[in-house]
């Protein structure tokens, strides 16, 4: 069974910088690249950004760019997303979301999500 | 303001169908395959439907997906209450190089 449990998740102040982890069991993790997708509350869903199978990242969301990195680590199958000079609406649930393939691939599994507060 | 455009609602009584659009552009739906969500509020999505109409094991074959030039439908017969959800289109925008969502579409069983 494909499992992803997202973690790191907490209330910051802005500016401030926040590491997501999420670990993943239940496939092979090397093969598969992976996202983080988030919802701030009562919205939709947005996606923040995605890595291949071997480290290289995808892209990121523009409202992000510059301010996010992505990166995983395949021997501890886990994917993490490094977040700088956080902002008010950066606040929402972050879920790390598997791919069925490569990049372009569709989303297939989700975790339960890890929730970002960014306040003052 | 989301990239694929969807109703903010739609509903419908048990036992009938209901159908949720999802609009694009060449960039996205009109050169991709699209895929489907559910979400139950308070839990993460699920996987509905990918490649625009083929449903992964374990979707009931009430959910039917199509997709016509740059955009997409979403159709639920039989309608039952556990399918009153939001529910999400998505797909890859070639121009963004990164997967799009839907605004969303929260179905009410009425």
């Known amino acids: 069974e494909v499992q992803l449990v997202e973690s790191g998740g907490d209330w910051v102040q802005p500016g401030r910088s926040l590491r997501l982890s999420c670990a993943a069991s239940?496939?092979?993790?090397?093969?598969?690249?992976l996202h983080w997708v988030r919802q701030a509350p009562g919205k939709g869903l947005e996606w923040v950004s995605g890595?291949?199978?071997?480290?290289?990242?995808?892209g990121f969301a523009d409202s992000v760019k510059g301010r996010f990195t992505i990166s995983r680590d395949n021997a501890k199958k886990s994917l993490y997303l490094h977040m700088n000079s956080l902002r008010p609406e950066d606040t929402a649930l972050y879920y790390c979301?598997?791919?069925?393939?490569?990049?372009?691939?569709?989303?297939?599994?989700w975790g339960q999500g890890t929730l970002v507060t960014v306040s003052s | 303001q989301s990239v694929l455009t969807q109703p903010p609602s739609a509903s419908g009584t048990p036992g009938q169908r209901v159908t949720i659009s999802c609009s694009g552009s060449?960039?996205?739906?009109?050169?991709?395959?699209v895929s489907w969500y559910q979400q139950i509020p308070g839990t993460a999505p699920k996987f509905l439907i990918y490649?625009?109409?083929q449903r992964p094991s374990g979707v009931p074959d009430r959910f039917s997906g199509s997709k016509s030039g740059t955009s997409a439908s979403l159709a639920v017969s039989g309608l039952q209450s556990e399918d009153e959800a939001d529910y999400y289109c998505?797909?890859?925008?070639?121009?963004?190089?990164?997967?799009?969502f839907g605004g969303g579409t929260k179905l009410t069983v009425l």
């Open positions: 490649s625009d109409n």
């Open positions: 998505s797909t890859w925008d070639d121009r963004l190089n990164g997967p799009v």
């Open positions: 979301a598997k791919s069925q393939g490569g990049v372009g691939a569709t989303v297939d599994y």
């Open positions: 890595i291949t199978w071997n480290g290289h990242s995808i």
């Open positions: 239940g496939f092979t993790f090397e093969d598969y690249a």
């Open positions: 060449n960039s996205n739906i009109g050169s991709n395959t």
